[in-house]
């Protein structure tokens, strides 16, 4: 079976190029071609030799994943995406001040099981592969014929349980030659995944960490995120303090406002004594509510008492601004349901 070329990171197709006894700068032009001049054709590939282009047709595919609706909102658009394999995924594209933004998925289904998550009431299927989250956005700038300006890897999927992949789709989607979306313009989120933080702490990539922390304490997590009997509050933090003392860049710590379950003014100190000294700042994340699940949004004075308990203790925090809950585009509200 063929690779998807949108999968190839630039180095990987320099390396291909190397094998095939061609120089590696030709990895570079054909990036220039897929992702500046937007052409997916190899026959258009004009300044690459013929017999280039027949190996490139032998050897890779530029298949497409494709758009099957769009779902539109106040500054947010839902993409729902079929799969080559007849699966299905969503992303979401918001507009801020700042530019536009959008939302990835990272896996079919997912298997971290967040009792607040409509996401991971469907179980995981399978891995997105690169080119699928590459293509994302690929499709998302296409049909809006506007410039992508940042990525936030938090849609379907925990983006670790998928780490080689994303890996490679962050390097595709920085890199100058590719989607030359800046690093700190991508944010990866995680639910606590503590090997795989170590790992990224590693690679010196410079794109933003978020925790989905929710919980302040083992008693409040494990009721409401079950990888928390697998690393508990303690640990996770011990590795995010890891993080920032090696890559010295500040972590954002989610966290989603459940009425009467994370709430009270105990969390709320709770919180700012575990953060206490550490460079984060906390985005509070008014909830979503769904049908399918048993939480309740907390209210605006809950969530007001909360803020400036972590504001009196000098803890950095911010109220996430609300998108795309009437199209079920929200935070934690993604689950693909068509036919």
Known sequence: MKNNIFGYTREKLANYFVSIGEKAFKATQVFEWLYIHKEKDFRKFSNIKKDIIE????????????IEKVLEGVDVKKFLFRLLDGEKIEAVLMEHNYGLSVCVSSQVGCNMGCRFCESGRLKKVRNLDTYEIVEQILLIENYINKKINSIVVMGIGEPFDNYDNIIDFIKIINDAKGLAIGSRHITVSTCGLVPKIEDFS?????????????????EVRNKIMPVNK????????????????????????????????????????ALAKLLKGMNVYVNLIP????KAQEFKKSSKERITNFYNILKSKGINVTVRREFGGNIKAACGQLRSESD
């Open 287 to 290: 909830y979503n509510e769904t």
């Open 55 to 66: 190996k490139l047709q032998k050897d890779f595919n530029n298949d497409f994943i494709k």
């Open 230 to 269: 697998v690393y508990n509050v303690d640990t996770v933090i011990d590795s995010i303090k890891k993080y920032i003392t090696k890559t010295n860049r500040r972590v954002t710590i989610e966290y989603v406002m459940l009425n009467m379950v994370n709430d009270y003014a105990d969390d709320a100190l």
């Open 202 to 218: 590693n690679l010196n990539l410079q794109v933003n960490l978020a925790l989905s922390l929710h919980g302040a304490t083992d």
